[in-house]
């Protein structure tokens, strides 16, 4: 069986390696960074274990509840408590508990008479079927009205993207909400009707999909795929070329050159806009260069529980852009799991930047975490100095599926028909969030296997 080379130690290319390895096929991993695992990062320090990417694991898929069992985690898992059930969306300058059920939100503060009259509606709202492309904005102005946009959605997308809702598609970066209407001509109608088909192929809806960490948080995944791994693992190795040779790939690194019958690129788009790759057909990756990656940093404060009014009971708090606030959103990261924090204390972990605010990422450490105190000492009642503090900078945080990224998915699959034997994979592909990368790991590697038992 012929090898596999695996572009990136981000936790798209550890479930490929692991599953790869698994069916028998080698592989060696290349990872230009010194550790393995991408933007999962989790520290302990002074009693706080600290997250400096995601904060929870999503499981939408069964692909994700099987990697933890064939990675042997399942006695490390970690469920959030029931209270973290609850979520808030900041409106008049508090945080608001949204309903728990579908109905409760015509009970709920959240919006006025007119946005709950829209909801009632929306199931009489015509579907488009002209196939035009929609911003997320337009879509929900669209089908509900421009409260809704403002006061839940723009919370929303900020709190998956960092993103703009004028800028992002609805078509790519919210497809099952765009598919409601393709397939149900409602959203009401799909919320119902699309629950007994989600059953049928055990996935789940975004916001009823169990949370879960690890005991010691989120990086014991990546650090345990990395392990399993080995000397296959080659890390501080930046890949700096590929020249397919025939039925294979020779792969060029700062290190020296190997050769391969499978290359799977599981980066950034914007390093594969860099990487250089010589094929039979002349390829041009430059337009990758194009999809937005905003800066955006994390800042994850410890408090006193006595210094903090709100009892940051939940999740975790989104707020929407209209409030006038500099933080994207607050995750109650010690209500969420046991053992984040000391006893007698609360962890916080907020983002800044975006695209709502980038210039706002990339302040210093002090300034960062000033500004953030403000904010949650108006929204949290935060009045005492955080006893803990941590700030993370990701320059390029998170691909933005913006109008018209339906040329990048079509270039990624000419890429493919032209270089046979490459594969692309990841949070560029097929969506954003930790679950998304996990299962597009998944994925490929069915597809991976399938080329090389017919090569």
Not at 74 to 89: G, I, K, M, N, W
Not at 106 to 119: P, R, V
Not at 327 to 335: D, P
């Amino acid at each position: 069986m012929k090898s596999v080379a695996i572009i990136g130690a981000g936790i798209t290319g550890l479930t490929a390696a692991f599953y790869l390895k698994r069916k028998g096929i080698p592989v060696v991993v290349y990872e230009a960074g010194e550790r393995a695992g991408g933007v999962i990062q989790s520290v302990r320090k002074d009693g706080f274990l600290a997250e400096f990417g995601p904060n929870t694991l999503l499981e939408t898929s069964p692909k994700i509840s099987q990697l933890i069992r064939d990675a042997g985690l399942a006695a490390r898992r970690l469920d959030t408590s029931p209270q973290a059930e609850v979520r808030y969306v900041v409106r008049g300058g508090k945080p608001v508990a949204m309903p728990s059920s579908q109905l409760g939100i015509f009970t709920s503060e959240l919006l006025s008479a007119g946005a709950k009259l829209a909801i009632l509606r929306e199931p009489f709202v015509a579907a488009r079927w002209d196939g035009a492309e929609e911003s997320v904005a337009q879509f929900v102005v669209r089908r509900l009205n421009q409260e809704f946009l403002d006061r839940l959605v723009d919370a929303l997308v900020a709190g998956i993207y960092a993103g703009d809702p004028y800028q992002l598609s609805v078509q790519h970066a919210l497809p099952r909400l765009k598919a409601l209407e393709d397939k149900y001509g409602s959203l009401i109608k799909g919320q119902f009707k699309g629950a007994r088909e989600r059953k049928k192929t055990g996935e789940v809806a975004r916001d009823r999909a169990p949370k879960l960490s690890f005991d010691e948080g989120l990086q014991v995944l990546p650090d345990t795929l990395a392990a399993q791994l080995g000397d296959a693992l080659k890390l501080n190795t930046p890949v700096t070329a590929l020249t397919q040779i025939g039925g294979n790939w020779r792969v060029t690194t700062t290190k020296g050159e190997a050769e391969f019958g499978v290359v799977l690129y599981c980066g950034t788009a914007y390093k594969l806009a860099e990487l250089k790759i010589e094929t039979g057909t002349p390829l041009n990756l430059s337009t990758f260069t194009e999809i937005r990656y905003p800066p955006v940093a994390s800042v994850v404060l410890g408090f006193r529980r006595e210094d903090v009014r709100h009892e940051c009971a939940g999740f975790g708090m989104l707020i929407p852009k209209i409030e006038g606030f500099k933080i994207l959103g607050t995750i109650f990261s010690s209500s969420l799991f046991s053992n984040r924090a000391p006893a007698g204390h609360v962890l916080l972990t907020s983002y800044v930047g975006g695209e709502r605010q980038p210039e706002l990422a990339t302040l210093g450490t002090d300034e960062l975490v000033a500004m953030v105190c403000d904010d949650l000492r108006v929204l949290l009642g935060a009045e005492g100095q955080p006893v803990f503090r941590h700030t993370t900078l990701y320059p390029k945080a998170i691909p933005q599926y913006n109008l018209g990224y339906g040329r990048y998915r079509e270039l990624m699959s000419a890429v493919e028909n032209q270089a046979a034997g490459l594969f692309l994979a990841g949070h560029y592909r097929e969506g954003v969030s930790l679950g998304d990368s996990i299962v597009s790991g998944c994925n490929v590697v069915e597809r991976v296997e399938k080329f090389l038992t017919t090569k």
